[in-house]
Nanobody, 123 residues
Framework: QVQLVESGGGLVQPGGSLRLSCAAS????????MGWYRQAPGKQRELVAT???????NYADSVKGRFTISRDNAKNTVYLQMNSLKPEDTAVYYC?????????????????WGQGTQVTVSS
């Protein structure tokens, strides 16, 4: 089973930058795609960015041009570079992985989640 650990969150001023990291371990070669989600207080969890095993990326409209998702296969790590941060970016950011489980029992696609890392954008 894939395990995910996020890091890099913190407190930044508006206009500042942060880079989040998500380190994957376990059955890393079973991962089809990874992504970042976020959840702000009183808000539904929303997709921020995704990257497939082939390198295709998708972004939420609210972060296009500001955030960049990337990967380092040698380190089994996915990053989210966040620039020009706004107060509305404040949220707990969660790393997600789609794991393909090949089994006659219990096989299929599963979402794996990290513990989350807090990002606070405030002056």
């Amino acid at each position: 089973q894939v395990q995910l650990v996020e890091s890099g969150g913190g407190l930044v001023q508006p206009g500042g930058s942060l880079r989040l990291s998500c380190a994957a371990s376990g059955s890393i070669f079973s991962i089809n795609a990874m992504g970042w989600y976020r959840q702000a207080p009183g808000k539904q969890r929303e997709l921020v960015a995704t990257i497939t095993s082939g390198g295709s990326t998708n972004y939420a409209d609210s972060v296009k041009g500001r955030f960049t998702i990337s990967r380092d296969n040698a380190k089994n790590t996915v990053y989210l570079q966040m620039n020009s941060l706004k107060p509305e970016d404040t949220a707990v950011y969660y790393c997600n992985a789609e794991e393909a489980v090949y089994s006659d029992y219990g096989g299929g696609l599963y979402d794996r989640w990290g513990q989350g890392t807090q990002v606070t954008v405030s002056s």
